[in-house]
């Protein structure tokens, strides 16, 4: 059990691992403590539950098996130390890039990665899984696929790493509302996916932005808990539309204009556990 110092400090105690379906190496189920009485959180046996307020509900999951490649859809997910089990485990590396401290390339490089479509072969094992990828053309190869990586860019090379290959944080989330209204400021379609996140949320007031008052609070979604630990700085992959790969709209300068640059915030797991479209999402009380 977890119990708190007397000095108000939160202690914790890995419990026995628990299976998550899809990702059982990394699903460990923690029993997290709060000591003070106004934390809006606490333990009950090896569970933590919330006594704050419902902040709004979970509309879209979305993993990007390779980084900088099409979403994969969702409708449950496991989310595990490393975030969304299976989420930008792979990447393609840039040649000579270890005098650039991004050695990613992205869709900044080629925009039209935002078209090329992977596939897990093993989607009960996310983050071990083999992946195909189909290409705007309809052909298809294994991810790694020398030809691939040819067509994307000349000297790029594939790796993979088990934690996750981020800019930031390993879990992102924006509101609907947010997303919305960048949008149609940028004077195009509304399309969450622009953001890349990995939660979508539709806020319980509606309003856009409302994300950025979550930040230093943890959100309860489904059986998983998950700090907002910073907003998300955003760069010119959000000028590219998802469907065609191509730049179609300022929605990078409305950011910077209207926003700072913020759009959506990070996160980092507190509580492994599955979570699923339709789940009302809490917050604790600071």
Known sequence: MAQASPAGELTTTVQDAARCRGDPARAWHMVVGVSKPDSGWRTIGAEMRSDG????????????????????????????????????RWALVRPGSGSNGFPWHTIR???AMWTYMPRLLNPDRPDKSQIEVRTPDGSIYDLTDPRLAGELGAGLRIMRLDRG?????PVSLITTAT?????????????????????????AGGAPYAEEAWVGSILRIGEAAVRVDRRDS?????????????????????????????????????????????????????
């Open 109 to 111: 490089e080629n925009s």
């Open 234 to 286: 955003r760069c010119v992959i959000v000028n590219v539309n998802p469907r065609t790969g191509q730049p179609d709209g300022p929605v990078l300068k409305v950011i910077g204009q209207y926003r700072r640059t913020y759009a959506g915030v990070y996160g980092t797991t507190v509580q492994p556990g599955r979570l699923k479209v339709g789940d009302a999402v809490t917050i604790g009380r600071r």
């Open 165 to 169: 290959l981020f800019d930031a944080m």
């Open 53 to 88: 307020v419902p902040v709004g509900t979970v509309t879209g999951l979305w993993r990007y098996p390779v980084k900088s490649m099409a979403a994969e859809v969702l409708t449950t997910a496991c989310v595990s130390w490393a975030g969304v089990t299976g989420d930008r």
């Open 179 to 203: 997303a919305s209204a960048l949008c149609d400021l940028a004077g195009v379609p509304a399309n969450e996916l622009r953001f890349r996140p990995n939660i979508v949320i539709a806020p």
